[in-house]
């Protein structure tokens, strides 16, 4: 399953910030579709992200119904990326 998905990018505070993407709504209703398939624990669902020239794997976090990329600061700084800035991302879920 691949999605592409557009938003803004957040700060969220915990030992050290970390910053993310919100997935919208529909894409997290797909995601949660193919959820119980790939998750490996505690909701989290492993993805390859391509942002820009930049493609790595991570795993989507769940966060209040719904889901969040992390963006790795190396990928931040590789694409030129602020706290603010509307991204799009393209999530490859591998079913």
């Not at 969040?68 to 079913?95: F, M, N, S």
């Amino acid at each position: 399953m691949q999605l592409e998905l557009s938003g803004p990018v957040f700060e969220w505070r915990g030992p050290a910030p970390f910053y993310f993407v919100a997935v919208p709504d529909d894409g997290c209703a797909a995601i949660d579709d193919a959820r119980s398939v790939v998750t490996y624990g505690w909701g989290m669902v492993p993805v390859t992200v391509t942002l820009g020239a930049t493609t790595w794997t991570t795993s989507l976090w769940p966060k209040d119904d719904a889901y969040v990329v992390p963006l790795k600061a190396a990928v931040r700084r590789a694409e030129q990326i602020e706290e603010g800035d509307v991204v799009t991302v393209t999530l490859a879920v591998t079913l």
